[in-house]
Every structure is written in C-alpha cells, then in structure tokens.
T-cell receptor, first 119, second 116 residues
Framework: AQTVTQSQPEMSVQEAETVTLSCTYD???????LFWYKQPPSRQMILVIR??????QNATENRFSVNFQKAAKSFSLKISDSQLGDAAMYFC????????????????FGKGTLLTVNP | EAQVTQNPRYLITVTGKKLTVTCSQN?????MSWYRQDPGLGLRQIYY???????DKGDVPEGYKVSRKEKRNFPLILESPSPNQTSLYFC???????????????FGSGTQLSVL
C-alpha cells in the first residue's frame, strides 16, 4: 500500500518570502500522479498543482512549483512571493496511474501541513 | 457551473439516530467517492462508486453505507452514528476509466458532522 508522509505539521513564512513544504511517499509503482491540495478556512479542497511521474519536468503554476525527485520519492511544494491568501492547510496526495479498477482512483493523502503567513 | 453539491454543511446529531448526507454532481461523472478528514490523519476514503449500482469499500468503510441508484447522486448513510464518526466529510467525483487529460478530482464543500 502506498503511504504519503508530510513531516512538517506546521510552517510559517513572512509575506513575500518563499517557503517549501515537504512530502515523501512510498510506492512500488512506476507510474502515478502526485498532487498538492490547499484547504483554506472555508474547508474547500483546492487543487494547487499536479505532477505525472513519467514527466521529468517539474510542474509549475504561477507562484507554485514542485521539486519532484522520483528516485528519492520526494515531492516538495515551493510557494514564492507568499501572500496572506496562501495561509491554509496543504495536503500532499498520491494516486496510482494503473487502470486496473476503481481502487486506483483513490487519493492517498498525507496528514497535512498548516501554513501561516505573517504580514 | 460544474460542481459537486453536498448537504448539509453542518450536522449535529445524537448516537444511534440514522442520518444521510447527500451528494450530487452535474458533470456526468462516472466515478464518485466519499472521504472523511480527521485532525492529524488527513483524508481517508470511505467508499467509492465506479458507476450506477457499482460501489466498493475504501479504507475506512465500517459504520457507513452508500448507494448509487442514479449517476448524479451518491448519498452517504450512517445507520447508527457513533461519536467516533464525528468528522469532516467530503464527496468527490471525476470522469471514469482511463488517463484523463485533466486529471482532477472535484470535491464538494464538505459536511461537518458531530455525533453526541
């Protein structure tokens, strides 16, 4: 079974600075997806960024980028120019890319990292 | 607007009183799923459905039931709720089989359940 580990329960960053959230995962599969979700106080689950394991290039979405290290099974999220609206719980998640049944559509989540942005 | 709608957003109930949390999506998605979120545990899958009348257990199915009589609806049923089912619940949906060019799970806005 796959596992996702977020070792930082809480992080803080100054507004306009850069912060990196860590995520490691364990899998025996070679093809999979990785995601970062943001959950603000509204509780809404917002997809921030996704990475396909077969793509070597790191995904980027505006101020958000990832450092995907497949061999090390690491998938960190970098937030540049942090804004007050970035304050939220961030979840790292894994999904198998196998098409062998509905169980492979399951997202396996880490425990989350609570990010505080200080003005 | 494409969305997953859950109701209610908040629910307080007592032990043993049957309840249903509704979930509906307007995107004609085949796949629907329920997750629960608990502090320090992240989100865990309860049940999922690949299509009408096709449902299966996730990682934490005990104490829950689901049904999929229509494609758009996937209600979560707690026949006899207990305090350990106090949690934040999310319904989610996505298109069916195959690698999607838009690999994304659409989440509802969550239901905070408290069982006293």
């Amino acid at each position: 079974a796959q596992t996702v580990t977020q070792s930082q329960p809480e992080m803080s960053v100054q507004e306009a600075e850069t912060v990196t959230l860590s995520c490691t995962y364990d899998t025996s599969e070679s093809d999979y997806y990785l995601f970062w979700y943001k959950q603000p106080p509204s509780r809404q689950m917002i997809l921030v960024i996704r990475q396909e394991a077969y793509k070597q290039q790191n995904a980027t979405e505006n101020r958000f980028s990832v450092n995907f290290q497949k061999a090390a099974k690491s998938f960190s999220l970098k937030i540049s120019d942090s804004q007050l609206g970035d304050a939220a719980m961030y979840f790292c998640a894994y999904r198998s890319a196998a098409n062998s049944g509905g169980s492979n559509y399951k997202l396996t989540f880490g425990k989350g990292t609570l990010l505080t942005v200080n003005p | 607007e494409a969305q997953v709608t859950q109701n209610p957003r908040y629910l307080i109930t007592v032990t043993g009183k049957k309840l249903t949390v509704t979930c509906s999506q307007n995107m004609n998605h085949e796949y629907m799923s329920w997750y629960r979120q608990d502090p320090g545990l992240g989100l865990r899958q309860i049940y999922y459905s690949m299509n009408v009348e096709v449902t299966d257990k996730g990682d934490v199915p005990e104490g829950y039931k689901v049904s999929r009589k229509e494609k758009r609806n996937f209600p979560l049923i707690l026949e006899s709720p207990s305090p350990n089912q106090t949690s934040l619940y999310f319904c989610a949906s996505r298109p069916g089989l195959g690698r999607s060019t838009n690999e994304k799970l659409f989440f509802g806005s969550g239901t905070q359940l408290s069982v006293l």
